[in-house]
């Protein structure tokens, strides 16, 4: 079993940054495929950033070059760098781990862009 706690949402002024992290508790993380999905109101949910287990990253094109992902394993860590933030980034943003047929997602961290 594997929990995922998210942090570090909040209110941020166009152009500035914030960096989500992502908490596992649990065993084997290491192993873990890791992802960013976020929700904006009214609208499916989308993949935003992927990491598997040795570090390579993949991004939706509205993030790319503004986005990074990247995993501590020894903190059992996913964090995401978001740059260059926009009013559409504003989304509830959810953290995944899936390894095989296990499939775990944090409870979403706010994430608001605004003046």
């Known amino acids: 079993q594997v929990q995922l706690v998210e942090s570090g949402g909040g209110l941020v002024q166009p152009g500035g940054s914030l960096r989500l992290s992502c908490a596992a508790s649990g065993s084997a993380f290491s192993f873990y495929f890791m992802e960013w999905y976020r929700q904006a109101p009214g609208k499916q949910r989308e993949l935003v950033a992927t990491i598997n287990l040795v570090g390579s990253t993949n991004y939706a094109e509205s993030v790319k070059g503004r986005f990074t992902i990247s995993r501590d394993n020894a903190k059992k860590t996913v964090y995401m760098q978001m740059n260059s933030l926009n009013p559409e980034d504003t989304a509830v943003y959810y953290c995944?781990?899936?390894?095989?047929?296990?499939?775990?997602w944090g409870q979403g961290t706010q994430v608001t862009v605004s003046s």
């Open positions: 995944r781990a899936t390894l095989g047929s296990l499939d775990y």
